[in-house]
């Protein structure tokens, strides 16, 4: 036993010279750079009609996720078999969990600036109105109002699995985390859904521009959450989450909540407010 708690070396006292992790020299940092430059370059191939550019897309793509998912295989395997994620470390990642939660608000920040730069101040080019004449949008208490209550109901799962791990109810975070995980995947179609009958296109003047970027966009960050959701579901049949060691799990659940939260500016701003 002496000889596993060193060989693995779960906090020790006696093993640790310090609170902190010195990470190990890694290739899938540079690698998953270097995947996601030639990610971009095959994007913008996919969008001008390059030949096989979606071919390219989907190669980069699959790539990217190879390295990706090794690097984050290396966290969890430090965190969770080496014992270095101590509670110092953890709150390093707490706090650059929250940094890059800030950098996305100011992400979304900047699209937000521009819808109302356009609907405010309507310029000649699009007939001084807002929306711009010609467009026919969206009616808000339709599938907008459905995917927001999915959204709203998404939220309330997930504390509910967060609570279920804080009182050791491994039963109740399974079916908690399965209903979050039901509920972003309902998102997804219903918003693919919309795009199919969506009366105009990302081409149609600034308005359609911004709504399917900041849509789009969105859709995107409920994807990666959901799958961020999908990787603590498949560790927590593993038992790597305990009830006063799931950092990891903590970092997806603020994630959710700020897309929850986006997604409720966008409904108001965009679909009621700026639909009209």
């Avoid at 699959?62 to 090794?70: A, G, V």
């Avoid at 819808?115 to 109105?129: E, K, N, R, T, W």
């Avoid at 009182?167 to 693919?192: E, H, P, V, W």
């Amino acid at each position: 036993m002496t000889f596993f708690k060193e060989r693995f070396n779960f906090n020790l006292k006696s093993n640790e010279q310090h609170p902190f992790h010195l990470v190990d020299i890694s290739p899938w940092p540079l690698m998953t750079a270097i995947s996601l430059f030639t990610l971009t370059l095959s994007f913008i191939m996919y969008f001008h009609f390059f030949i096989k550019g979606t071919l390219y897309f989907v190669v980069s793509l699959c790539i990217f996720s190879f390295y990706l998912s090794r690097w984050f295989s290396d966290v969890i395997i430090e965190s969770t078999y080496e014992g270095h994620h101590t509670y110092k470390v953890q709150r390093g990642i707490r706090l650059g969990m929250c940094l890059f939660i800030a950098s996305e608000v100011m992400f979304f920040f900047s699209f937000f600036w521009a819808f109302f730069h356009g609907s405010l101040a309507p310029s000649v080019d699009i007939g001084v109105s807002w929306p711009p004449v010609g467009i026919e949008t969206l009616d808000p208490w339709g599938m907008p109002l459905l995917n927001t209550i999915i959204l709203l109901s998404s939220g309330i799962a997930v504390t509910w699995s967060h609570r279920a791990i804080l009182s050791n109810n491994r039963d109740g975070m399974t079916n908690s985390l399965l209903a979050t995980i039901g509920y972003g995947a309902f998102f997804t179609s219903i918003q693919y859904y919309e795009y199919v009958e969506s009366p105009f296109s990302i081409n149609d003047s600034i308005y359609g521009s911004l709504f399917f970027m900041l849509t789009g966009f969105h859709g995107i960050h409920v994807l990666v959450g959901t799958i961020f959701l999908v990787i603590c579901l498949l560790r927590h049949f593993k038992y790597h989450f305990t009830s006063n060691h799931h950092v990891g799990f903590e970092c997806a659940i603020w994630y959710w909540h700020f897309v929850d939260v986006v997604w409720l500016f966008l409904f108001i701003v965009l679909y009621i407010w700026g639909g009209n």
